[in-house]
């Protein structure tokens, strides 16, 4: 139907766009209550209402489920791939509205405008997944993009922030560039844009070794690289992720990811499945990059959120594996692996957030004793460091396993103990983070000579601390640019909420894995190239 | 019926009980938890029959249907006496945790929860039959073992999360190499058109294809010799000893090392022939290695532990050993002995705790001495500990290593067993040693000349009436054992040749009939895998067994002790009916099952 239907003005499915409307339309409201002079409109309406449009998107995306056609003249896909992936992204969202709930970024942004910007982001993200096209999905890409570069730098008065959104915004730009230039190459080679168009002029013309085909696969391999963070071309997220301000890295961490990993499944196991042959020992050599990278790169962190962007490095390349074998398997391990890492992820940045409002700094030494302080914080971040780890009973050992046999039954069986040899090198810092967690005294911080520490460790103290009196010198952790903003008595119920619902969930989803996966089990329908 | 759903999740719910429970009472929420587990496990062991079905109480459900995993629960010969053993070293753990600080530490209920989760991942990896559930509790019970010794261990913060973190990694590499195993198993012993099926007993029967066996193998033999450990990769134990508390220390040394030799018997040998015919030589080398390093190491530290320590690789070194002659009185032999080491280790750790306490916490053996003046009832104790565990003639030990050394005999190289056997010289002397530096000699200065206490000396009470118990009836655990080690080593029997089965079948001739793979009776599959394995240049089952041609090496194999003139038919298939000489019953060709178990084999199931 959609050759046919070019020359006259497209027909719009509304009910199957209605989860993008609703993030669109939930950004222009945003927004404008933002601009009310009320407190209580921008500081709780302005929430409510993006979480409102985050799970209205989800609710839309559960009810158009069963569909499975295209929209727009085929340049957006409705399929449960896509709609498991605005799901996903949806559920980030919340998270990280949820994290936002008294921090500074939003304030100092201005409320309307940071919610705003974090639903357009999502509405790209849903693009994003949904594109079955390539303008569709460079659209995508930066309707996703642009406003995390603007995000990050949210926190106006931490050099930090500022640094890290516009390091994001130039390699994101580079990436983007490469992309696009990638993009050019493959439809020189095909002459289409349309991904199923794509797939059948490779499979009709044997396009798997055309030089130009060739050329522009590997630039769109590098492109989504630098947008999923996977090494080696991965130098920007450490700093990036421990300069924005820990909502928006936590949004990024998992709308990036879900998007990305989404975008990397349509585009290679769909429409250039034909090159497979070409592209599948790249990826798996990118892959393996990424977990030795990763996982050895985040050994030596002592800031929690430079651990996690380390280690999301890893976790980029076990998803990766998924693609790489480009097998029904495959793709379903890949999606159960990205939901269930935003499920993981987001309790591991509910209980930073929360310790970085209490303490000034993300290091991993403002989490010593939190076992005693708060243990439904402790419980959480142990569950979700387990999860991210693989330990069975959480959902992390599940999804490892789908990974691992989806390894093997692709013939790809040093790929998977690659992974696993990484995941033993993982173990070594999540285990560590968690021994801070139970093994420390909660003044086990007051060991520190400095006595100006002290204020950190009284259990209830609400932390006035910033980083700069803390004088002991958490290298990467302490914010050297100074006036660090700490929210003094703010609000850490949300953040206890979010960690207590996604740890339960970690459990809950490890020892009952059934549900999700039968879930899961419909995104194949989504890349019908994989049974040609 | 009694359904092993509730013996596997009680302990953990009793932990997460505790939580609800004010933190001065939790430890005896703990002790009534495993108590129940015990008294369960009991129940199981007189309900047992010995030559009744393979599975009994089988528990099976669908838990990732996705992936064909499933949820099967079952108690078979292997593990009912290892169920025994696990659930008596968590109810004396959890009663000695009561008696000691631990139990009224502020954070006891940390204690007790994690004693409870570590107790169902044990009995989960010993009752599950499928083998991705067998990797998820193998792999989650170590878990448990990081809190406990993060949070209560000895030294410093810093130095036992090292240490911890140190153990779970080395273990965790074999442990994550045996998972990417466990689903290539799985998923190339699957044929084509067929759905996955991670059932243990399923992939035996269907295969695994020869060539993947070497590799495969190898991860599963690397993480049951890191979790031992055998020499060279031990290097985690040492520290991790140290670190850990003593009463968790017991349970981790006693029982959760055994659980890496019922792997051996019920994963790698049964569904790896192949892979274990030709790398056995490799495992067997290193668990005598691991006897005599253990043994010269156990007998020059002067850290207590340390002994006890090194003395458990040793004591594993000889049950490997036993496993790996593939021979069945070898294989049950192991399984006594994992039952005897275990208790015995229960007993020793607890006298180090007692003897420590004296001391003032030195657990140096330069300290020590002076217990059997001072405090007679302890050393009395002591001493049949210390006797079980150099294998004293008249404990169960002496016949565990006797069988294990029989077979090892027979089995594999007879200078093997010989060099092994310098193993059991070398027990009695560090074992003597640690008992005389404790109990004999002058009185260290530290030391305050004190007999234990009523709760001690009641709590060293117990390994010491359960040593004397299976003393008395160590037959118990091998009948149970019998059949099983039989099923067990019988694929990997077949593949290492002919003599092989022939002395199995001199010593044991009911082995013959043990389903499912009788080895008058070998399947055709065995037959068409054999070739490949014979085409090959390398390996040493190949080297030591000339005979490679499957059809004329299974004929010499069964004729002589069969008696019976199967010369062509019998060795070219196994499809038709085979009367068997020695029973009169009649073999059903299609289930391989002797359609009755013969009468002489009742004897123990009507108990």
């Known amino acids: 139907m959609s050759t046919l239907a070019v020359t006259e003005a497209p027909h719009i499915d509304w009910a199957g766009i209605s989860s993008l409307i609703a993030l669109f339309g939930g950004a222009v409201v945003v927004l404008l209550v933002g601009l009310l002079r009320a407190r209580f409109a921008r500081l709780t309406l302005v929430p409510v209402l993006t979480i409102v449009a985050f799970a209205a998107s989800i609710g839309l995306a559960i009810w158009q489920w069963d569909e499975d056609t295209s929209l727009m003249s085929g340049a957006l896909g409705l399929d449960p791939l896509a709609m498991i992936g605005v799901v996903g992204i949806g559920v980030a969202g919340i998270a990280a509205v949820l994290l936002s709930i008294g921090a500074t970024a939003p304030r100092e942004a201005a409320h309307g405008e940071y919610h705003a910007m974090m639903l357009v982001a999502a509405a790209g993200g849903a693009m994003f997944v949904g594109a079955e096209n390539l303008i569709t999905t460079f659209i995508g890409l930066e309707l996703l993009s642009i406003p995390l570069y603007v995000l990050a730098a949210t926190e106006l008065h931490r050099r930090r922030s500022l640094e890290s959104g516009l390091k994001y915004l130039i390699v994101g730009s580079v990436g983007s560039a490469t992309l696009l230039y990638g993009f050019a190459l493959i439809f020189g080679a095909t002459g289409s844009l349309d991904y199923a168009a794509i797939a059948d002029q490779v499979a009709a013309k044997g396009l798997g070794d055309d030089p130009l085909m060739l050329g522009g696969v590997a630039m769109v391999v590098v492109g989504l690289a630098f947008k999923s963070s996977v090494a080696p071309f991965h130098q920007w997220t450490p700093d990036v992720y421990e300069g924005a301000p820990t909502p928006v890295t936590a949004f990024m961490a998992t709308a990036t990811k879900v998007a990305a990993l989404i975008a990397f499944l349509r585009l290679f196991d769909g429409a250039l499945i034909g090159a497979s042959d070409a592209w599948g020992p790249a990826l798996a050599a990118l892959a393996s990059i990424a977990i030795i990278v990763g996982n050895v790169g985040a050994l030596g962190q002592s800031s929690m959120k430079r651990l996690l962007a380390f280690s999301s490095i890893a976790q980029a390349g076990y998803m990766l594996v998924g693609v790489v074998v480009a097998t029904k398997l495959g793709v379903q391990a890949t999606v159960f692996y990205v939901l269930t890492y935003v499920v993981m992820t987001a309790a591991a940045f509910a209980v930073i957030e929360a310790a970085e409002r209490e303490s000034g700094h993300d290091g991993i030494s403002a989490l010593a004793g939190l076992g005693r302080r708060r243990p439904l914080h402790a419980i959480a971040l142990t569950l979700s460091m387990l999860g991210l780890a693989g330990v069975p009973a959480t959902v992390g050992f599940v999804a490892k396993l789908r990974i691992v046999q989806a390894a093997v039954d692709g013939d790809y069986s040093w790929l998977a103990i690659v992974l696993v040899v990484g995941s033993m090198i993982s173990f070594v810092y999540y285990l560590r983070v968690v021994a801070r967690l139970w093994t420390d005294e909660p003044a086990g911080v007051a060991v520190a000579p400095q006595s100006q520490a002290v204020e950190v460790e009284a259990p209830e103290a609400v932390a006035t601390t910033t980083a700069v009196a803390d004088p002991k010198g958490l290298p990467a952790a302490a914010v050297p640019g100074g006036g660090a903003v700490v929210v003094t008595g703010a609000t850490i119920l949300p953040m206890t909420v979010l960690a207590v619902v996604a740890g339960a969930a970690i459990v809950v989803l490890g020892v009952i894995p059934g549900p999700l996966m039968t879930v899961v089990e419909d995104v194949a329908r989504a890349v019908p190239e994989l049974f040609r | 019926m009694l359904h092993l759903s509730i013996l596997l999740w009680l302990p953990a719910l009793f932990g997460l009980l505790g939580l609800l429970v004010p933190a001065r009472h939790v430890r005896w929420v703990g002790v009534l938890g495993a108590v129940l587990a015990l008294a369960f496990s009991i129940v199981l062991v007189l309900d047992f029959e010995p030559h009744g079905s393979a599975f009994q109480h089988v528990t099976d459900t669908t838990w990732i249907s996705a992936l064909g995993v499933r949820y099967q629960l079952a108690v078979t010969g292997l593990n009912v006496w290892l169920v025994l053993l696990t659930t008596v070293g968590f109810a004396f753990?959890?009663?000695?945790?009561?008696?000691?600080?631990?139990?009224?530490?502020?954070?006891?209920?940390?204690?007790?929860?994690?004693?409870?989760?570590?107790?169902?991942?044990?009995?989960?990896?010993?009752?599950?039959?499928?083998?991705?559930?067998?990797?998820?509790?193998?792999?989650?019970?170590?878990?448990?073992?990081?809190?406990?010794?993060?949070?209560?261990?000895?030294?410093?913060?810093?130095?036992?999360?090292?240490?911890?973190?140190?153990?779970?990694?080395?273990?965790?590499?074999?442990?994550?190499?045996?998972?990417?195993?466990?689903?290539?198993?799985?998923?190339?012993?699957?044929?084509?058109?067929?759905?996955?099926?991670?059932?243990?007993?399923?992939?035996?029967?269907?295969?695994?294809?020869?060539?993947?066996?070497g590799w495969l193998f190898a991860c599963f033999a690397a993480a049951f010799l890191v979790k031992m450990p055998a020499f060279p990769i031990h290097g985690w134990l040492a520290d991790g000893y140290k670190a850990m508390p003593l009463p968790i220390l017991a349970v981790f040394s006693g029982v959760l090392s055994k659980v890496a030799v019922y792997g051996f018997l019920q994963i790698a040998l049964p569904i790896l022939p192949q892979g274990t015919a030709d790398l056995r030589w490799v495992v067997l080398i290193l668990a005598v290695l691991s006897i005599l390093y253990a043994s010269s190491l156990a007998l020059t530290t002067f850290n207590a532990r340390l002994v006890l320590a090194y003395s458990s690789v040793a004591q594993l070194g000889f049950i490997t050993l036993g496993v790996m002659s593939l021979r069945p009185d070898g294989a049950s032999g192991a399984l006594l002995q994992s039952v005897n080491h275990g208790v015995a280790v229960f007993g020793a750790f607890l006298a180090v705790a007692i003897l420590g306490r004296r001391t003032g916490g030195s657990e140096d053996l330069r300290d020590m001495g002076g217990a059997a003046t001072k405090m007679p009832v302890f050393a009395v104790l002591f001493i049949v500990v210390t006797y079980a565990v150099l294998a004293m003639p008249g404990t169960a030990n002496f016949v565990g290593e006797f069988l294990i050394l029989r077979g090892a005999w027979e089995g594999t190289a007879q200078g093997l067993a010989i060099v092994a056997s310098l193993g059991v010289a070398l027990a009695a002397v560090y074992a003597l040693r640690l008992f005389i530096r404790g109990s004999h000699n002058r009185v260290a200065a530290k030391v305050e000349p004190r007999e234990g206490t009523r709760p001690e000396l009641a709590l060293m009470a117990i390994p010491v009436v359960l040593i004397a118990a299976l003393a008395f009836h160590p037959q118990q655990t091998v009948k149970a054992a019998d059949d099983a080690t039989t099923r067990a080593v019988q694929r990997a029997a077949i593949v290492v040749g002919p003599d092989h089965v022939r002395k199995i079948l001199e010593a044991d001739p009911s082995a013959r009939n043990i389903a499912p793979e009788p080895f008058a009776d070998v399947p055709p599959s065995a037959g068409t895998v054999r070739p490949i394995g014979g085409a090959r240049t390398t390996g040493p089952a190949s080297q030591s067994d000339p005979a490679t041609d499957p059809n004329t090496g299974r004929a010499v194999g069964v004729d002589p002790s069969t008696g019976q003139a199967t010369t062509p038919s019998g060795g070219a298939a196994g499809s038709t009916v085979q009367v068997d000489p020695s029973t009169g019953q009649t073999v059903d060709p299609s289930t391989g099952q002797p359609v009755e178990p013969p009468s002489a084999q009742t004897e123990g199931a009507g108990r």
């Open chain 2, 93 to 213: 753990s959890s009663l000695w945790i009561a008696t000691t600080s631990l139990g009224t530490d502020p954070r006891a209920k940390h204690v007790i929860l994690h004693l409870g989760i570590a107790q169902t991942a044990v009995l989960g990896a010993l009752l599950a039959q499928d083998l991705i559930l067998f990797v998820a509790f193998f792999d989650l019970m170590l878990i448990p073992f990081f809190f406990l010794t993060a949070q209560f261990g000895n030294g410093t913060n810093e130095e036992r999360v090292r240490a911890t973190i140190k153990m779970i990694v080395y273990t965790l590499v074999g442990s994550l190499l045996m998972l990417v195993a466990a689903i290539a198993v799985g998923v190339l012993a699957t044929p084509d058109g067929q759905a996955v099926s991670y059932n243990i007993q399923e992939i035996a029967q269907r295969g695994v294809p020869e060539g993947s066996q």
